[in-house]
Nanobody, 130 residues
């Protein structure tokens, strides 16, 4: 069993930055692929970014589009056992509840769909004003 808890959300003006954290507990997840999703009011949950790690460092990351790739960065803090999402140059369309997810299952996956993951956090609200 893995428990994920997101934090770091809040209200920020367009162009500002936020850093989200995902703290994991229960079982080791150092080798688990991780992902971030978001869900805006009245919309479906959508993929933001995912990554796999190798040798304690980020192996690769998959982003939803260039709109995120150029502004968001996913990373891992081994000392604090957390995964972070650094969000820069935020836009109003980034407003959503952001969820952290982990995949425990073996085997490859594109890691871009909700069904690719086994564990989810409760979400943290990000609001970007104009």
């Amino acid at each position: 069993q893995v428990q994920l808890v997101e934090s770091g959300g809040g209200l920020v003006q367009a162009g500002g930055s936020l850093r989200l954290s995902c703290a994991a507990s229960g079982r080791t997840f150092s080798t688990y692929p991780m992902g971030w999703f978001r869900q805006a009011p009245g919309k479906e949950r959508e993929f933001v970014v995912s990554t796999r790690w190798s040798g304690g460092a980020t192996y690769y990351a998959i982003y939803d589009s260039d709109s995120v790739k150029g502004r968001f960065t996913i990373s891992r803090d081994n000392a604090k056992n957390t995964v972070t999402l650094q969000m820069n140059r935020l836009k109003p369309e980034d407003t959503a509840v952001y969820y952290c997810a982990a995949r425990q299952r073996d085997g490859g996956s594109r890691l871009t769909s909700e069904g690719d993951y086994d564990y989810w956090g409760q979400g943290t609200q990000v609001t970007v004003s104009s």
